[in-house]
């Protein structure tokens, strides 16, 4: 099988490409930037270096028409919110078979928070009490309206721009400086207490063929795991069935919960995949892409541990009081997701990437430590934007 899989760079699509490709598939990778570490992995067998998704929509488009057309393409996995672009424009990509993702109105739904939440709300899925704010009035009102907050844009990711009173990252984001338009609205929510856990699917039409759920023991600046640790969720794996069976979800789907005393609250959901994908077992993954009739659920077991050792090194000398616990799971038995020993290049060009934050700060003038996350995705993320017909 000849295989896509674009926005490289991403952790997750690190690990696809290397899933995949030791089964003997055919892996096309391709990214904005040529350094995206999942391209120089020793399964893929062509390099492609494509326009921007967010800044030159057309000529990405019709980039990844040309590959598909040219390589031959039976399996398409997009990585990171590109989809969202091509679903969007899908009627240029009706001639290929094997797109592995949704239609752009189950995306654009699902990826928008509040439209995600209005959602799981009329499947009587618990949720924290939401309201919408789409200027700086209506955000200062909703956050007042709340004992404890926590908000962010309605299209956000990683953690980027969190406003809240409570928890750790309480007062890391002055209210004032917040960006709130019509174009740009923020949800408000009720600050829920409880223990993060998080799933990642694989589904066809509306049917469920993979599932992980898990959690993350150690995180980056409070927003983004970097030690991960399966576990046993069947409430995760009810919700997230009765979503994408509403919705007729079809591609790799990814949600956020809070685990309370009145039992899971869904958070987020993020239409691509994520972290949860290292869980899964390489033959499993492949099948459950394959299952086209789903006629078979493969939930991963608990207990597999995985770590971005890079991302425990960096915080180890960001946060000096911090070493003893990095270092604890830098040298723990979980398997090291960048770092394969039978596949190192991708390890060094996610080192040599970061030249690209570096870039990113430079022209946006932006340096705090947000400013890592916010360059990582810029150029692949999907904001809402009303980008050109094509």
Not at 35 to 60: N, W
Request: glycine share 6%.
């Amino acid at each position: 099988m000849r295989v896509l899989i674009t926005s490289s760079r991403m952790p997750a699509a690190i690990d696809e490409i290397r899933k995949l490709g030791h089964l003997g598939h055919t892996i096309f990778a391709a990214d904005t930037i040529e350094s995206a570490a999942g391209s120089h992995s020793k399964y893929v067998s062509e390099l492609l270096v494509v326009p921007s998704p967010r800044y030159h929509t057309a000529e990405f488009v019709e980039a990844i028409v040309r590959i598909l057309r040219d390589a031959r393409i039976d399996l398409f996995l997009p990585a990171f919110e590109e989809a969202i672009y091509l679903a969007k424009h899908r009627h240029r990509l009706e001639e290929f078979s094997g797109l592995f993702f949704a239609p752009f109105g189950v995306l654009s739904t699902l990826h928008d928070k509040w439209k995600m939440l209005q959602l799981a709300t009329s499947l009587h899925i618990q949720t924290p009490r939401s309201t919408v704010a789409r200027n700086a009035e209506e955000l200062s009102r909703a956050a007042q309206s709340f004992q404890a907050y926590f908000a962010r844009p309605v299209y956000s990711r990683g953690g980027v721009e969190l406003l809240t009173n409570e928890g750790p990252l309480a007062g890391a984001l002055d209210i004032a400086k917040c960006e709130v338009t019509p174009a740009k609205p923020w949800i408000v929510q009720e600050f829920v207490h409880g223990t993060d856990v998080c799933t990642f699917s694989v589904a066809h039409h509306g049917k469920l063929s993979g599932h992980s759920a898990y959690v993350h023991p150690r995180e980056i600046e409070h927003a983004g795991g970097i030690v991960f640790r399966s576990v046993d969720e069947p409430e995760c794996l009810a919700i997230v069935q009765k979503i994408v069976e509403k919705t007729g979800y079809h591609g790799q789907i990814s949600f956020d919960f809070l685990q309370t005393d009145r039992g899971m609250v869904l958070i987020e959901c993020n239409p691509r995949p994520t972290a949860g994908v290292h869980m899964m077992a390489a033959g499993d993954f492949c099948a459950a892409l394959g299952d086209e009739a789903a006629t078979q659920l493969r939930v991963v077991p608990p207990g597999i541990e995985r770590k971005y050792s890079i991302a425990l090194v960096r915080d180890m000398f960001l946060h000096l009081k911090d070493i003893p616990l990095d270092a604890k799971h830098l040298f723990s038995r979980a398997k090291e997701v960048f770092a394969d020993p039978d596949d190192l290049l991708p390890a060094l060009y996610q080192l040599l990437s970061y030249t690209h934050v570096l870039k990113y700060r430079f022209e946006a003038h932006e340096h705090s430590k947000r400013a890592l996350m916010a360059a990582y995705f810029h150029d692949i993320c999907y904001n809402g934007e009303d980008d050109v017909s094509l």
